[in-house]
Structure formats: C-alpha cells, structure tokens
C-alpha cells in the first residue's frame, strides 16, 4: 500500500484526540517523507474487555494504519504477570497465567471493530521473553540505574508514603521499553498514562543502538463516574464487547461534560459540528440528554453498524418509557425521505394544523424516537417504525 502524505490527513493525526506528540516536529516530518512507520500499541490483558478507552487509542492507531503505515498490536501477555505500576498507589495484584490467558481470548476480535488486524502485526510479548534465559534480564537491568527508575512521580509518592515499590514493578519500564526494540518500532501509541513508560522505551531502544520511537500520548476518556479515567480496575468502563444496548444505556449514563471528549475521540463528527452541539447545550437550546443519544447512536454505529444502533436506541426509549408502546398505535405511510417537523405531524395525523406543531415543539411536547425536537425547522430523516410522541400520552408511527 502506498503511503499516503496528505497535509491535511497528517494534520488530524496531530491533532485530533491527541494530548502530546515527542518528538513532534521529526515525527510530522517522517509522515510527510512517505516512509513507512511501524507504529506500536500494547495493551495488558488485565482484564476479559477491551473498552472506549482502547477504543480512542486504537482509532489513533487506525488513522496511522489509513496512511499506509504498519499497525503493530502487542497483547502484553508476559508483561501483565509483573502488572503496570502507572498511576498505582500500590501494587497491583499478581494475576496467573490461566487468568491471562482466559482475559485475552476476545481481545483480537474486540480490537477488530476498530483495527484492520487482516493487515495489522498482532504479537504477544511473551515470543520474546518467554524463552529468554536469566542473562538476558541481567543485561538489561544493568543498563540502567535504580535512581533514575524511581524518579517516577508516582513511585515518588508511594515512597513518600512509606509504602513499598517492589523490584517487580522496576522491571516493568524495562521490559513494556524491550518490545519497542523487539518489534522495531518507530513510533508508539498510548494514553497519557502511559507516557512515563513510553518515554522510558526510547531509552531502552537507545541503549541497544537503535533510534528512538516518536511517542503519541492520546487523552484520557473519562469514565462513566465524571471522575476517573476509564480503566477495567475502576470498573467505570464501557466494554467493546458488550451487548449494543448495554453499551447505549451505559453512554447515556456519562457525565454531560464528558460528551465532547466522547465526541471527539471516538466519533467521526467534524469538530465544527461538536462545537455547534456543544454551543446549543450552554445555550439551552439543545437538551443534553438529546445530544448524549446522538452520540450514543454514533458510537455504537461505528462498533457495531447502523442496525445494531437503531435497535438499541429504540431498546433504552422502551426501558426508559417504563414499558412498550400501546398497542393500539396508530401508523401512516409517510412517502418522503424527509421532512420537517410540522410536515411530518400533519402527516401521521398528529396535530391538526402546522401552527399547532410549531407551538408544540417550542413548548418541548414532540419526541422522535425518544429524542425531544425543540426547532421545527429541522429536517428529519424519515425510517420504517420510527416513533413520534406528542404530548405526554399520543404516540404515532410511520409504517
């Protein structure tokens, strides 16, 4: 595959769900040169599911793919038996082997609803280090000291503290750094988090002669608490592998100020049309709960297909009407592919004038699949069962 070196494609690479780039200014110019970049992501299986968190990660990955580079997945398999220290206030819990290997039986077919893995490197990090001998953690290890390994903020407060890092957790930089010269990479991806670990692999890669990794630090999407950032061990996470309308209800559950991140780093909407979303929420003019749906809508589309998301949308409006729709709800053939609001209601027999549909929309009383239509002079889409409640108790449907 050709390298593609689009200006503006490389500028939404550097841009868009992105916090930090090192070093910036050799990586934009290696984009623009047509090489082809081995671009690095590794993920622990801690846990049975990937989640929105990976997923931003590896849509930053997918763009890189979509120019031509080499995707690199490493499934951090030998790795998760020392467990990632970053951000820790203590150590993580040991987890075996069995446990390992049973969390990562899915994830190459969660990571798939992002990445090309037909043309992506899948490896585990356990080819290289399982059949490695003692000596070679002893050459390793003695490339670097311990001073400058705990010079970690985060090691720095647990110490502060009075509570122990373990050699274990020492090791960890050292080892996440060797799979960047196991696999050559020229580039590596991770969340925010990550960039302690990262930027230690430039210096394992150097030790070993080889060029540095330009490194990609992605933000961190909150969980679905506000607070933290998504993880599996905070279990505010929103699985790739769970049922669409699971996922659905649970981004309805987010924090109203963390739909944009949402927006932009797992969503293709232009950043143009986010800050208009944005704009009419701190107007008043759009109801966040409407836009979160949208949003819902878009994500799981991109997941799972427009179907998948149809039908959870109209699953959360059941559960959330407390029940189904009467029975007896009248239906009408509306021909066109879309209408206005007032068109739409004189035309299922909703209202009798659109004079009474504009006053309704202005007073709030229309939803449309369960999404509340303040401005009748917006065009809507027209779809087979698509559902239309005026007022409090009037439901219509188009057949």
């Given at each position: 595959m050709e390298i593609n070196t689009d200006p503006k494609k490389i500028a939404e690479i550097m841009s868009r769900g992105m916090f930090e780039a090192v070093?910036?200014?050799?990586?934009?110019?290696?984009?623009?040169?047509?090489?082809?970049?081995?671009?690095?992501?590794?993920?622990?299986?801690?846990?049975?599911?990937?989640?929105?968190g990976h997923a931003a990660v590896l849509r930053k990955l997918r763009q890189f793919q979509d120019l031509g580079h080499?995707?690199?997945?490493i499934v951090g398999d030998f790795t998760t038996l020392i467990g990632d220290?970053?951000?820790?206030?203590?150590?993580?819990?040991?987890?075996?082997?069995?446990?390992?290997?049973?969390?990562?039986?899915?994830?190459?077919?969660?990571?798939?609803?992002?990445?090309d893995v037909e043309s992506a490197e899948v490896r585990y990090n356990s080819e290289w280090f399982s059949p490695k001998p003692m000596?070679?953690?002893?050459?390793?290890?003695?490339?670097?000291?311990?001073?400058?390994?705990?010079?970690?903020?985060?090691f720095q407060k647990r110490l502060s503290a009075g509570m122990d890092?373990?050699?274990?957790?020492?090791?960890?930089?050292?080892?996440?750094?060797?799979?960047?010269?196991?696999?050559?990479?020229?580039?590596?991806?991770?969340?925010?988090?990550?960039?302690?670990?990262?930027?230690?692999?430039?210096?394992?890669?150097?030790?070993?002669?080889?060029?540095?990794?330009?490194?990609?630090?992605?933000?961190?999407?909150?969980?679905?608490?506000?607070?933290?950032?998504?993880?599996?061990?905070?279990?505010?996470?929103?699985?790739?592998?769970?049922?669409?309308?699971?996922?659905f209800g649970k981004i309805m559950k987010i924090a109203d100020a963390s739909m944009w991140d949402y927006f932009e780093m797992l969503t293709d909407t232009g950043l143009p049309e986010i800050q208009k979303l944005k704009n009419g929420v701190e107007s008043g003019k759009q109801h966040p709960r409407?836009?979160?749906?949208?949003?819902?809508?878009?994500?799981?589309?991109?997941?799972n297909g427009g179907d998948a998301a149809d039908s959870a949308q109209?699953?959360?409006?059941?559960?959330?009407?407390g029940g189904d729709l009467p029975s007896d709800v009248p239906a009408a053939e509306i021909k066109e592919k879309s209408l206005n609001i007032p068109d739409l209601l004189v035309g299922l027999g909703a209202v009798k004038s659109k004079g009474e549909a504009r006053r309704l929309c202005d007073q709030g009383g229309i939803k449309i699949d369960g999404v509340v239509k303040n401005d009748w002079q917006e065009m809507i889409e027209i779809k087979p069962e698509m559902v239309v409640r005026v007022g409090k108790n009037k439901f219509f449907k188009v057949k």
């Open positions: 070093d910036r200014r050799e990586l934009e110019k290696k984009l623009a040169s047509g090489k082809k970049l081995r671009v690095k992501l590794g993920i622990d299986p801690t846990a049975p599911d990937l989640h929105l080499q995707a690199v997945l220290p970053s951000g820790r206030s203590a150590s993580r819990p040991q987890i075996d082997g069995v446990q390992i290997r049973d969390n990562m039986k899915d994830y190459i077919n969660q990571a798939a609803k992002v990445l000596l070679f953690l002893m050459d390793l290890a003695k490339r670097f000291t311990v001073a400058r390994l705990i010079e970690r903020e985060d890092v373990s050699m274990l957790e020492l090791l960890y930089p050292l080892l996440q750094g060797y799979d960047s010269v196991a696999v050559a990479a020229d580039v590596e991806l991770g969340g925010y988090d990550q960039r302690l670990n990262i930027l230690f692999g430039r210096k394992v890669q150097r030790s070993f002669d080889l060029p540095e990794q330009d490194a990609v630090f992605c933000p961190l999407l909150p969980g679905i608490d506000g607070g933290k950032k998504m993880s599996k061990s905070a279990g505010n996470y929103i699985g790739l592998g769970e049922k669409p309308a699971e996922m409407d836009v979160k749906m949208m949003l819902a809508h878009k994500i799981i589309s991109g997941f109209k699953e959360f409006i059941r559960v959330t009407q």
